[in-house]
């Protein structure tokens, strides 16, 4: 009973937010505890042990082809997702932006064809920018 008082004193939404983390609690607990497994034997530190913290000494697996298993697949999903040379994303316009800059440009301004040049520009700015930065090793 004095749990609830205490557990009473707190924002509504935040006794929300608790609640639902419990509720989804055991649907979460069947994937960490396999992932806990696996890492068990691959590489112990992406997913330690429950309980466990900076202190706590981690199994050592005397083997590397786990991890070798895990940095191959971690460096295809990394090339997949983030292709050298190539953009990972697109910029462009809103269907009703761009009928509204079509219908204000004249034949001498073209402000549809100006506004998507400015993007193609700040898209290739911001993928100069993370090869430049070191985003892809840092990923």
Do not use: C, H, W
């Amino acid at each position: 009973m004095a749990e609830y008082q205490a557990e009473s004193t707190a924002p509504p939404d935040v006794m929300n937010a608790q609640a639902r983390y419990k509720a989804l609690e055991q649907n979460r607990m069947s994937y960490l505890t396999r992932a806990r497994e696996a890492a068990r034997v691959t590489l112990p530190r992406l997913m330690p042990p429950e309980g466990s913290n900076g202190s706590t000494i981690l199994p050592q697996p005397f083997q590397s082809v786990g991890a070798k298993g895990v940095l191959n697949l971690a460096t295809k999903l990394m090339l997949a997702l983030f292709p050298p040379g190539a953009a990972f994303f697109r910029l462009s316009l809103e269907p009703k932006i761009k009928a509204k800059l079509k219908a204000a440009s004249t034949s001498e301004n073209d402000v549809l064809g100006d506004a998507e040049q400015a993007l193609g520009t700040n898209e290739q700015l911001i993928l100069d920018r993370f090869e430049q930065g070191g985003g892809r090793a840092s990923l």
